[in-house]
């Protein structure tokens, strides 16, 4: 069983989204084994966000993601971290497969409703940077 971190973002929790986005996680095999809400200090999105610093987007979108509450998560399952990306679809939303999160729900290519790991070791990192070893229940 693989493991993924995975964000909802504050575009989807400020428009009621958190159920319909958890429920094509659950749809397709992903089970929350851990989860919470939390309004993320500056601090916080930056450093989660530091492999972009520098990047023309990396101030606007931390600005984004302390704008509202986000709620962080771990999914596992089989290919945990590829089915996410899957179910989100492309960060882009005008680049998104139809069906997909992103495709459904994102309002731009930074508010995109949804944060997936790209690999085992991003994956490794993000989850540790929210959640202790006693707060996920596998
Ligand atoms: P995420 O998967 O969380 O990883 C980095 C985030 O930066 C991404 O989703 C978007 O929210 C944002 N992002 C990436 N590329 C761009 C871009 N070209 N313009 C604006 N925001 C972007």
Redesign the pocket.
Known sequence: MERTFSIIKPDAVKRNLIGEILQRFERNGLRVVASKMIRLSREQAEGF?AE?KGRD?YEP?IEYMISAPVIVQVLEGEGAIAKNREIMGA?DPSKAAEGTIRADFALS??E?SA?GSDSPESAAREIAYFFSTIEICG
Request: hydrophobic share 35%.
């Open positions: 966000y972009h987007f979108l960060t290519v930074r995109n944060h």
